[in-house]
């Protein structure tokens, strides 16, 4: 006869319960802390005010339009005034100020009335990051003497047998005199020497005359009195310029200019026609070889009177003046700033405090430092 085995189930222990209840308990409080974490974690509606919202949305479309500024006008710890690309199909760019007026801070564009942002502020506060760059320039300055007496001849120096004498000019006769620059030393790095004017002594004739035309020239050779090339526009001496009589009379040359330090030149005195003012001169045969020689030609420069034997023997009396410019070269150091980041702090009401910044993409030029 078959039999039936029948097997008891077994039951938990007493540990058992209590190691499984002690699982329990702590899985149920760890749930407990995250409910607890996460009811804080949600927003207050007492915490988040509607200054707050605000003053955010108002930090954030400050620093959006500064980040695209093109200009920047103002840059003070209280106000920023900068200009934008048209962002609006208006074709010309917008000129955004923002500022503190009293506890209202205001925005206004392209000068129109200024809106209101924020009331209730208590601190709007920009400060500015500039990047330097530092050029070297050289720069060049040009210094005039002033017109000075730089040659001049009114007689000789000592007791010897000399005579006055007279020559017409005509438009075929000319008188030439070179002279030395002895009455002033012309720097060595001078860039221009002037010619403003010469007196000599001179009359109008009997007869109806022209006026006296003179020229400046370099000299033909060093050290002679013929005329090379003309050197500026000539000068003229009318005839009411002169009397009867010898006196001093004066022609003055508008734009007789050399290039650069020169020692010597030449100035050539011409008639109008046929007949022309007359030209006093010294004639001295005891005179010897000196600074200064006077030629002259009766047949347009073809030919030239004196001699090479007798070149000390005639001088004209003049007086030549003139003036030299000097050129410097200055390096000077240039700083130029340009603004990379505007931040901001922002206090609106007596909680709120927002703190932000922007870096500008266009990196316009400001003033420094």
Request: charged share 15%; with cysteine.
């Amino acid at each position: 006869m078959a039999r039936c085995h029948h097997h008891a189930r077994r039951g938990l222990s007493l540990i058992e319960v209590a190691v499984s209840i002690a699982a329990v308990s702590v899985l149920v409080v760890s749930l407990g802390s995250v409910v607890v974490l996460s009811s804080k974690a949600i927003p207050d509606k007492s915490a988040v005010t509607p200054t707050s919202l605000t003053a955010g949305a108002v930090t954030d479309q400050i620093t959006e339009e500064l980040r695209y500024a093109i200009a920047v006008s103002e840059a003070a710890p209280g106000a920023v005034t900068f200009t934008v690309p048209c962002r609006d199909n208006c074709g010309s760019p917008d000129t955004i100020r923002y500022v503190l007026s009293g506890s209202d801070l205001v925005r206004s564009v392209n000068g129109k009335a200024p809106v209101t942002l924020l009331s209730g502020v208590g601190r709007f506060d920009l400060s500015y990051t500039k990047r330097k760059v530092t050029q070297n320039t050289s720069s060049s300055t040009t210094t005039s003497s002033g017109e000075l007496l730089l040659s001049k001849f009114t007689g000789p120096g000592s007791a010897v047998a000399n005579y006055s004498e007279q020559r017409t000019v005509t438009g075929t006769t000319w008188i030439s005199f070179g002279f030395t620059i002895d009455q002033v030393t012309i720097p060595a790095n001078a860039t221009a020497v002037r010619i403003t004017r010469v007196t000599f002594r001179g009359r109008k004739p009997a007869a109806n005359a022209g006026p006296v035309i003179a020229t400046v020239h370099s000299p033909q050779s060093a050290g002679s009195a013929v005329p090379g090339a003309p050197v500026g526009s000539p000068g003229t001496l009318p005839l009411t310029g002169m009397t009867s009589s010898y006196g001093w009379v004066e022609v003055p040359f508008a734009d007789a200019v050399f290039s650069g330090p020169i020692s010597e030149a030449v100035i050539l005195l011409k008639g109008s026609g046929t007949t022309g003012g007359q030209v006093n001169y010294m004639s001295d045969t005891l005179a010897v070889l000196d600074n200064r020689s006077m030629r002259w030609t009766n047949n347009s420069g073809s030919t030239w009177d004196p001699s090479a034997a007798l070149l000390g023997t005639y001088d004209m009396f003049y007086n030549v003046y003139g003036s030299y410019d000097v050129t410097s070269l200055a390096s000077t150091s240039v700083d130029t700033y340009y603004l990379t980041n505007v931040d901001l702090d922002l206090q609106a009401g007596t909680s709120t405090h927002v703190r932000t910044g922007t870096h500008i993409l266009n990196e316009p030029g400001v003033a420094g430092p």
